[in-house]
């Protein structure tokens, strides 16, 4: 694997900044857009801006993002997202007085993420965190909502099977093509995705007022690194 700072490749600040900013200007602006001519659905609206702006991770990564600027962006957004649940600053996102920290817990574990991995020069397990994060919990409630027939309680939160399955095969996909592409097709690989997975899927079962959007990727990030270095010594 090639080095994660190999300077040579590494553009501008500039130009990092400019593709990241560009990538969430059009993740809003497609958001609007279905808000204001398809779709009036504001859970619509927040799971396209929730998976939209999680692809961040994977910019970060392969434009060289420095640590530095992704921790700052993290605590502006988690700023602002404290002050919408509070204020109207982010409508169709945030309701005020929503019941949940879920916006505000994602905006944490990015920086979180970023600080740890990108200092260990191993983003692959910050993408792995945020993707899982993002894909999986995202087409998890999109496709628990629509095709969610068979049903089930956790702490008095309603959860389909249909959903935490979809949430179970999105983490392994996500993961093993993240770990293949830096380890190889190795055995070790799929089973750390599936534990991963497995992992993923409880830990957003069993999560409420949104701290899912805290421990999943968390959670699948640390799990992802630590069995790499136990089983997989790649």
């Known amino acids: 694997m090639s080095s994660f700072l190999d300077l040579e490749s590494i553009p501008p600040l500039w130009l990092q900044s400019a593709g990241v900013a560009i990538w969430v200007l059009l993740v809003l602006f497609a958001a609007w857009v279905v808000n204001r001519f398809a779709n009036k659905d504001p859970e619509i609206v927040r799971k396209i801006v929730h998976i939209g702006t999680g692809n961040v991770i994977l910019l970060a990564w392969w434009l060289h993002i420095p640590a530095r600027v992704g921790i700052t962006a993290s605590i502006v957004a988690s700023t602002v997202t404290l002050l ?37 020069q191993q983003p692959q397990y910050a993408a792995i965190g945020i993707l899982v ?95 790499s270095q136990l089983i997989g010594n790649v």
């Open 84 to 120: 919408s649940y509070r204020f109207p600053i982010l409508p169709g996102i945030n309701s005020v007085g929503r019941k949940s920290l879920g916006t505000f817990f994602y905006s944490v574990s990015i920086g979180i993420l970023i600080a740890w991995f990108w200092t260990l």
């Open 133 to 227: 994060m993002t894909w999986g919990d995202g087409l998890a409630a999109l496709i628990g909502q629509k095709f969610g027939q068979h049903q089930y309680k956790v702490f008095g939160r309603q959860k389909s099977w249909e959903g935490s399955l979809a949430m179970t095969l999105v983490s392994f996909l996500i993961t093993s093509m993240i770990l293949v592409s830096v380890q190889g097709n190795l055995w070790q690989t799929w089973l750390i995705s599936l534990m991963v997975a497995v992992v993923a899927t409880s830990l957003e079962v069993f999560s409420f007022l949104g701290i899912d959007n805290l421990t999943v990727p968390l959670g699948s990030a640390a799990l992802a690194y630590v069995l």
